[in-house]
């Protein structure tokens, strides 16, 4: 180990910042940060550091550096571009025992400044030992997608336990048991959706029952995207990583099944058109069955649980029987597979609407007003479309819409199986029944289709 990590607590501390450009403005405002008062001393001085050093009531001094500058300050930062000045102010931190950063110059230093992630009051920094800053801040990128940003909120409500759960469990080992099931459990869930009230009183309630551990479960309602693993939320990996069993179907892709956490039971519900392998009721039966369990319950879904999803219907149950559950919206089937066509759904000149449709007609409960689709200015978006594909284009041209209106289908839109077709209202069906396609598709209807050719960008393999 090269260099001993510390976080240093500045507050109110004078600290000497020697120099006055953009290198100096960044350091400034870090120290600002953390709460520093700062003497900045340079014969030209930013603007942005002027103003920092007046919001912190520090001093400015606007000539060159002098060794005096260096009384009182408990830390050193020369940030210019003279070199044999940096080494002055190196030299003079030294001699008095002031830890002293020279930008860019380890050689100079006596401590290094990391790249920071700064979810306060959960700080990471990263260091490369001043050899590599690059690739420190390489990492600091990283891992900034994969901290979420409420961390920060959930350790300051959090700490505001630490006493009382203290006192309750005296030995360290059930405290930590204590504390690790808080910060992966529905509280912890609670205090980063800002519900603190909410996230205060089941700690409490648990805290006040024999127990050691939460028993209560919860369920997350997740949109799985349209099957690129990369368009999941944040939000939607984080909780595929912490959930005890997932319940998902067939239009979640293997690419989003790989991210569930590795021991997580995994339970296929189905949903290929006319196989269900669960009722739908009987799912919704599951899903509080199981959060009763005290498990975390990942109810995974293709695109958006609000989108053609019924994930309205799976939440109703769990609100009946007073289990906490969050819904995390996932990019629906419409806008993913719309990008990596290359058709924008709406465009100033072609559509200033658009409707996604239910092209499942045999149901009972589907009543579509097709005069109102005819209206040539919007484009439309049929979802579970293939079946009914000739029903659906003769009724749009037999209410007025053209038959030589363009449109796509969209197979498998964005996974490496994607294939587009293109033709219009008249020629899609043969177009189809000619090319052995399979669910899911997607199917585009509109002017709009016609920026397909310019704009196309994604090649499926
Ligand atoms: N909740 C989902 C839609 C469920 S309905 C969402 O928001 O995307 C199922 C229909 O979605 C399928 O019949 C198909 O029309 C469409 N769909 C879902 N994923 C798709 C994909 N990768 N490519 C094409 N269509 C898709």
Same mark, same amino acid.
């Given at each position: 180990?090269?260099?001993?990590?510390?976080?240093?607590?500045?507050?109110?501390?004078?600290?000497?910042?020697?120099?006055?450009?953009?290198?100096?403005?960044?350091?400034?405002?870090?120290?600002?940060?953390?709460?520093?008062?700062? *003497?900045?001393?340079?014969?030209?001085?930013?603007?942005?550091?002027?103003?920092?050093?007046a919001?912190?009531?520090?001093?400015?001094?606007?000539?060159?550096?002098?060794?005096?500058?260096?009384?009182?300050?408990?830390?050193?930062?020369? !940030?210019?571009?003279?070199?044999h +000045?940096?080494?002055?102010?190196s030299?003079?931190?030294k001699?008095?025992?002031?830890?002293?950063?020279v930008?860019?110059?380890?050689?100079?230093?006596?401590?290094?400044?990391? !790249?920071?992630?700064?979810?306060?009051?959960?700080?990471?920094?990263?260091?490369?030992?001043?050899?590599?800053?690059?690739?420190?801040? /390489?990492? *600091?990128?990283?891992?900034?997608?994969?901290?979420?940003?409420?961390?920060?909120? +959930?350790?300051?409500?959090a700490?505001?336990?630490?006493?009382?759960?203290? !006192?309750?469990?005296?030995?360290?080992?059930?405290?930590?048991?204590?504390?690790?099931?808080?910060?992966?459990?529905?509280?912890?869930? +609670?205090?980063?959706?800002?519900?603190?009230?909410?996230?205060?009183? /089941?700690?409490?309630?648990?805290?006040?029952?024999?127990q050691?551990? /939460?028993?209560?479960?919860?369920?997350?309602?997740?949109?799985?995207?349209p099957?690129?693993?990369?368009?999941?939320?944040?939000?939607?990996?984080?909780?595929?990583?912490?959930?005890?069993v997932?319940?998902?179907?067939?239009?979640?892709?293997?690419?989003?099944m790989?991210?569930?956490?590795?021991?997580?039971?995994?339970?296929?519900?189905?949903?290929?058109?006319?196989?269900?392998?669960?009722?739908?009721?009987n799912?919704?039966?599951?899903?509080?069955?199981? !959060?009763?369990?005290?498990?975390?319950?990942?109810?995974?879904?293709?695109?958006?649980?609000?989108?053609?999803?019924?994930?309205?219907?799976?939440?109703?149950?769990?609100?009946?029987?007073?289990?906490?559950?969050?819904?995390?919206?996932?990019?629906?089937?419409?806008?993913?597979?719309a990008?990596?066509?290359?058709?924008?759904?709406?465009?100033r000149?072609?559509?200033? &609407?658009?409707?996604?449709?239910?092209g499942?007609?045999?149901?009972?409960?589907?009543?579509?007003?097709?005069?109102?689709?005819?209206?040539?200015?919007?484009?439309?978006?049929?979802?579970?479309?293939?079946?009914?594909?000739?029903?659906?284009?003769?009724?749009?041209?037999? $209410?007025?819409?053209?038959?030589?209106?363009?449109?796509a289908?969209?197979?498998?839109?964005?996974?490496?199986?994607?294939?587009?077709?293109? &033709?219009?209202?008249?020629?899609?069906?043969?177009?189809?029944?000619?090319?052995?396609?399979?669910?899911?598709?997607?199917?585009i209807?509109?002017?709009?289709?016609?920026? $397909?050719? &310019?704009?196309?960008?994604?090649?499926?393999k």
């Amino acid at each position: 180990m090269d260099y001993f990590p510390v976080f240093l607590d500045l507050k109110k501390r004078r600290c000497l910042l020697v120099g006055g450009g953009d290198v100096a403005t960044r350091k400034g405002r870090m120290l600002a940060k953390a709460g520093a008062i700062l *003497r900045v001393v340079a014969p030209e001085i930013s603007s942005e550091l002027r103003e920092l050093v007046a919001q912190q009531h520090g001093e400015l001094f606007a000539r060159e550096y002098t060794r005096e500058d260096m009384d009182d300050c408990v830390l050193a930062v020369a !940030a210019t571009d003279i070199e044999h +000045l940096n080494k002055i102010v190196s030299d003079d931190a030294k001699q008095k025992n002031i830890p002293v950063n020279v930008v860019d110059t380890p050689a100079l230093c006596t401590y290094i400044t990391p !790249a920071v992630i700064d979810r306060s009051p959960l700080m990471i920094a990263i260091s490369s030992g001043g050899e590599t800053p690059v690739l420190a801040r /390489l990492v *600091r990128t990283q891992m900034e997608t994969v901290i979420p940003a409420s961390y920060g909120k +959930l350790a300051q409500v959090a700490s505001q336990w630490r006493d009382r759960i203290k !006192a309750r469990f005296n030995d360290g080992d059930s405290r930590r048991k204590f504390w690790e099931k808080i910060l992966q459990g529905p509280a912890a869930e +609670l205090m980063m959706n800002g519900q603190e009230d909410a996230a205060n009183q /089941l700690i409490s309630d648990e805290l006040a029952s024999d127990q050691s551990g /939460l028993t209560q479960g919860e369920v997350y309602l997740v949109g799985g995207g349209p099957g690129d693993p990369e368009l999941l939320t944040l939000r939607a990996l984080r909780l595929m990583q912490q959930a005890d069993v997932v319940l998902y179907d067939r239009l979640v892709s293997a690419g989003v099944m790989e991210l569930v956490r590795r021991d997580a039971e995994r339970i296929y519900v189905g949903k290929r058109r006319n196989e269900h392998a669960m009722e739908q009721e009987n799912i919704n039966q599951l899903l509080v069955d199981l !959060a009763k369990q005290g498990k975390r319950v990942l109810r995974l879904k293709g695109g958006d649980p609000f989108i053609f999803g019924r994930g309205g219907e799976e939440i109703e149950l769990l609100a009946q029987n007073n289990i906490p559950f969050q819904v995390v919206p996932g990019i629906t089937a419409a806008s993913g597979c719309a990008a990596y066509a290359g058709i924008p759904l709406t465009h100033r000149d072609y559509a200033q &609407s658009v409707r996604f449709v239910t092209g499942h007609l045999k149901s009972d409960d589907t009543n579509l007003s097709w005069p109102e689709l005819a209206n040539p200015s919007q484009t439309l978006v049929f979802y579970m479309g293939l079946v009914g594909l000739r029903e659906i284009c003769a009724s749009l041209v037999a $209410h007025g819409r053209s038959a030589t209106t363009p449109v796509a289908l969209i197979e498998k839109g964005t996974t490496q199986d994607q294939r587009v077709l293109i &033709s219009d209202l008249n020629s899609i069906a043969d177009v189809v029944a000619a090319n052995d396609v399979h669910a899911p598709t997607l199917f585009i209807v509109g002017e709009v289709v016609k920026l $397909h050719d &310019s704009l196309k960008w994604f090649k499926a393999k």
